[in-house]
């Protein structure tokens, strides 16, 4: 069956389905369980652990025992034009991986374990007490290092921006997701998908961790206190699973306070156990962390200044709440609401949603977003989308742009059809803003860094990867192409990442931020599945 005539069946079948095929499907306890990681591991995020929905469509059995076993199994393969990646074309699962999993969400899905502080502090570990660490930098390039995301093995390598050299590399959570640093730069918070919290000391000779927890089954964001007297003192844990908030001492990562955010959703005021915490944003005007809660649509200002008893102010936005980040005063917080195209942006001063604002793409994916001081519109911020070639630019200065202000004042496009941008970034040192494309399915377009003039607000240019850097022990399983981007702390650099598998190391690519030159290649064989990085400087700063 046609792909396209497959994707509408799954978008209009209903529940009428589940009569005829409810009983057609039996798993082992074995095949349940091989499901259940992988559902784990490469769908919950998009689709919910509960199979509910966000980025990615409802998966519940009501609705996919109508489309059955052969049509799923071709979306799971085949992957589709809105950002699913074909999981079986890219030899990421086997058939036999697509056909159990085809079954597996016909089949009511498990209900995910709770945690308790009890269960929390089994996994608690001070691995270096803050008494035995450096009470000096032991490296005089620490704020310029970089953490770089390990994927598929669960590790951080730590790169010196100056040298070039990995100089370290420590395990981490599973499938790791980003990293955020201490409000000194000094310390490096990881969080794996998996829920595990790490911490790499910076100032040690060979960085290494020094403290980990899981607070959390399943988990994407982490961050911690900026705000005057409480910097260096708290880093908080967005959960997926349980939905929850856990604030931890930034020293030891032990655990102070758990806060449930199972809640009601904005619209249907309907109850959703799912209430999966996206991106988390540390004010640096207020003692607060702002904390996307996905399936509410509440983004909650929370205060943290009294850890046992904190105050919250849930502020309603929209539903299926991403990622995203500040616009250049850091007192707006831009987030993507993606299942719904929609851009809302946050207050932080006054506390409240000041817009809700139509994307005008498809499933708006910005990262922390780009900012630029435009010479034609003042300050604006910058986002890309999954499902289609649109980049936007927001007018984010209400006060010297009032017309600019909470609205697209620029629309422009990628070349080639489809979306698959997943991320933009700048440096106020750069002449460009740097887009991506690992999730588009034409590999000439996933394998190309597209370079967008700041003044024009276009593509000017885009910078072919070439197929060497692209190279992978099995010609099946291709490296997708860089994604992410990230600078060196003065702003002269690009770094990319060239996202392979796990059978062979890629490089991460180092232009100059002005004149595109290719500068460095980074090769390493411990660079296996490098996809985020995060500059100690930049990120401490927020600078993107
Ligand atoms: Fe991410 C940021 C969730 C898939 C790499 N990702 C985020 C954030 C969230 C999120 C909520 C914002 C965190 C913050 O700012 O506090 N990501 C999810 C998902 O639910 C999703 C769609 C599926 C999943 O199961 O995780 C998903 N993400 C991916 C990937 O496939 C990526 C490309 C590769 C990977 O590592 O898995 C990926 N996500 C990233 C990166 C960031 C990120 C590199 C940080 C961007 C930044 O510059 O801050």
Known sequence: MKLVKLLSLVATTSVVAVSMHASAVKLSDAEMKEATQIYF???AGCHGMLRKGALGPNLEPKKTTGIGTEALKTIITEGTPGGMPGWGKSGELSTAQTELMAKYIQVEPPMPPEKSMEDMKKSWKVLIPVKDRPKAPESKNWKDYFAVILRDIGKIAIVDG??????SVVKSGYATHITRTSASGRYMYVIGRDGKASMIDL??????????????NDARSIDTSKYKEFKDKYAVVGCYWPPSIVTLDANTLEPLKIVSTASYTIDKNVFTREARVAAIIASHIKPEWIINVKETGQVWLYDYSNVKNPKVTMVEAERFLHDGGWDLSKRYFLTAANARNI?????TKEGKLVANIPSQGTKPHPGRGANVNSKIYGPVWISGHIGSNDIIAIGTDPKGHPKNAWKVVKKFKLPGNGGGNLFVKTHPNSKYIFADRPVNP???LQTQIYVIDKDKLEVVKTIPIPEKYLKSADPKVKARGPVHFEFNADGSEVWTSIWGNKLTATPILVFDSNTLELKNVISDKRL???TGKFNVTNTMTDTY
């Open 203 to 216: 100032w040690m000779k060979v960085p290494k961790n020094v403290a980990e927890l899981r607070p959390c």
């Open 41 to 43: 591991d490469r769908c």
């Open 442 to 444: 034409d590999r000439k």
């Open 162 to 167: 100056k040298t070039k050299k990995v100089i």
């Open 343 to 347: 851009i809302s942006v946050i207050d």
């Open 528 to 530: 296996i599945t490098p």
